[in-house]
């Protein structure tokens, strides 16, 4: 309150003054907190051209808590070398000392002390000297006591490295009168009431000013977690390119549709439990195409469609097997496969963005789930031209635009590539992505027509997610320790696309 006792007292101080007051003097005179005077301070500001308070840093220097107990109990080395009597004392029996360690090492540093290793009962410390100046203790009584500029630069940075001694920044105003400056403040009103209107009396009564710059109070509301957001991008990207998004609401999948109908063999590393969530109720799926099933064994076991297969027992056991989905190609399948059974064939462009789940070992970039986005378009005769040309269309949409491909091996896809970004913050490429054309041991078993080529890339939402928020700990993203202001802060994701130029017409 601007009427309160500390501003009062101000105002009486300031009158009394020729130029004007320092706030942490005043409250050190006062002998109160110096916030108190700062509150005060404030509250007149707030009364308009009462007084005029400008802003000050100064830095001085500080005792810290360990600094305190020398300054009044002396140092460390002191301690010890007073310990020591003339006949001496076991090493053993100082070590356990308040201030043994630290002790022991200054006062060896100083000379004050030595050790005699050939003592009948252990090592055994002496006095060198019969006395001894505490200089830290000097020092830092100079320092609280107010006089730290009578110590050399070399004496500071020493405490300092010690933590005995610490700079602080302290800020305080230097307050003057202002144009209507007064000693007697009136209680400004901040509302205009019926009874003033009536009575005529709010015209002889002060009105604080309206502060028309201040923010209104943000209503309660709902907050959508960083990774919706950017989900949303991406979401939107791929609708403005024409996808449509996959049904991928199953989280439990059976191993055939994760592994076996991307032509994925049943003795790859991937399918061990090492890497792979398999459940144990429901151990197996009850439910497969089976006609599909004995196509894609025999192109596994036997070949087939222009290759030679895997050559190996395939078991419809281990297809059977229920797992948490490691991919959403999974996703991708299903829906090829659906596709294959209606005739005649029409190309599609499908999209998904959906949870996955791996044995991963968890570190600041890797969680057991995360999140992966797939883009899958079918049509006759693509090639990896069109693979790049769709990536590169998808990139700068997120505004990527300078990309690089690299050679790769999936097992569904051949070609393969990954997608390389340079990034402009790191200075270097950094992978973006992967992709590559679905292999027709995956696509012909399924019953599409052998001149439809199918193209696929995916990448993860959690990395971008973290690149765009800022954020270098995944599980700062995701998880049990995410801190929920952090959800209620983010601001709206914006992927940085810039507009394309509209393309130019050629003369005919």
């Not at 003339?86 to 006062?107: C, D, I, T, Y």
């Not at 050399?152 to 700079?167: I, P």
């Not at 009575?199 to 943000?218: E, I, T």
């Not at 989905?325 to 829906?335: C, E, I, W």
Request: contains cysteine.
């Amino acid at each position: 309150m601007a009427d309160g006792p500390v501003a009062e007292l101000l105002l009486r101080r300031l009158e009394a003054s020729d130029g004007g007051l320092d706030s942490a003097e005043l409250a050190a005179e006062l002998g109160m907190e110096h916030q108190a005077v700062v509150g005060a301070v404030k509250s007149l500001q707030a009364l308009g051209e009462v007084i005029e308070a400008e802003l000050r840093s100064t830095k001085r220097w500080e005792l810290t808590v360990e600094g305190e107990e020398i300054a009044r109990e002396g140092s460390h080395e002191a301690r010890v070398f007073r310990s020591i009597p003339p006949e001496g004392l076991a090493q053993s029996e100082l070590m356990r000392l308040p201030s043994g360690k630290v002790g022991f090492s200054k006062a060896m540093s100083n000379k004050w002390i030595r050790v005699d290793k050939s003592a009948a009962d252990g090592p055994r410390v002496f006095r060198v000297v019969d006395s001894m100046e505490d200089e830290v203790q000097r020092r830092l009584q100079l320092v609280r006591g107010g006089q730290a500029e009578k110590l050399g630069e070399k004496e500071r940075s020493e405490l300092r490295k010690r933590k005995l001694l610490a700079e602080v920044t302290l800020k305080t105003y230097w307050v003057s009168k202002g144009s209507a400056f007064s000693t007697s403040i009136s209680k400004q009103e901040t509302e205009l009431s019926p009874e003033m209107i009536s009575s005529g009396s709010w015209r002889d009564r002060p009105f604080k000013p309206y502060n028309f710059l201040a923010h209104g109070v943000l209503p309660d509301s709902g907050h959508l977690h960083p990774l919706l957001k950017v989900r949303s991008q991406f979401r939107q990207i791929f609708l403005e390119m024409g996808f449509t998004e996959m049904p991928t609401d199953n989280f439990i999948e059976s191993s055939f549709w994760n592994f076996d109908a991307l032509f994925q063999p049943q003795q790859h590393p991937a399918r061990d439990q090492h890497d792979t969530f398999f459940l144990r109720d429901p151990a197996e799926a009850l439910q497969l195409p089976m006609d599909y099933v004995q196509r894609v064994k025999r192109t596994h076991s036997q070949g087939g469609y222009g290759s030679q297969g895997y050559k190996y027992n395939w078991k419809l056991d281990e297809a059977r097997k229920n797992l948490l989905r490691t991919h959403t190609t999974s996703a991708s399948a299903r829906a090829l496969y659906r596709l294959a059974q209606k005739k005649p064939f029409t190309p599609v462009k499908y999209f998904s963005i959906d949870r996955v789940f791996r044995n991963e070992t968890l570190d600041a970039t890797h969680l057991a789930e995360f999140h992966q986005i797939e883009g899958v378009v079918a049509d006759h005769g693509l090639t990896l031209g069109h693979l790049m040309g769709v990536l590169r269309e998808f990139f700068t949409k997120l505004g990527i635009t300078q990309l690089r491909f690299k050679p790769a091996y999936n097992p569904y896809t051949e070609p393969s590539m990954e997608v390389f970004s340079y990034h402009q913050g790191l200075k270097k490429w950094v992978e973006v992505g992967n992709s590559g054309v679905f292999r027709p041991e995956m696509l012909l078993p399924m019953g599409l027509p052998e001149n439809v080529s199918v193209i696929a890339w995916g990448l993860s939402l959690e990395r971008p997610t973290m690149i765009k928020y800022g954020i270098n700990n995944i599980r700062e993203l995701v998880g049990h320790k995410v801190n929920l202001q952090m959800v209620y802060d983010s601001p709206l994701c914006r992927l940085d696309a810039e507009p394309r130029p509209p393309p130019t017409q050629e003369a005919a």
